[in-house]
């Protein structure tokens, strides 16, 4: 079972997923990150910093450091932003899931 935040225009996501995983985008800004996202999501108060080059592209909460982080690394796709149990991306869009069920034949 996958759970996200999602308030307004913004999506936080589980630890381990990233914003390409359900089809939205990144934030592509560190002021809508720092200034925006935050609030949307229930992080405000939370501390913030900028870290490029550092393995992503966008705003992730980090949940072990209780910090919340923007950067860009170049030539990164949005497919291979890092993914860790501590790490919940801040997502510009409403994270939507389908589930597909098949009924068993009697």
Request: glycine share 10%; with cysteine; hydrophobic share 40%.
């Amino acid at each position: 079972a996958t759970s996200t935040t999602s308030t307004g225009l913004f999506s936080l996501l589980e630890g381990g997923s990233r914003c390409w995983d359900y089809s939205i985008s990144d934030i592509s800004s560190k002021d809508a990150c720092f200034n925006t996202a935050l609030h949307f999501v229930g992080l405000s108060g939370v501390a913030t910093a900028e870290l490029n080059n550092f393995g992503f592209s966008g705003c992730v909460y980090n949940t072990v450091a209780n910090i919340l982080m923007y950067g860009v690394t170049p030539g990164l796709a949005a497919a291979e932003n890092m993914a860790q149990s501590s790490f919940r991306y801040v997502c510009d869009g409403i994270a939507t899931t389908t589930t597909t069920a098949t009924a068993a034949k009697a």
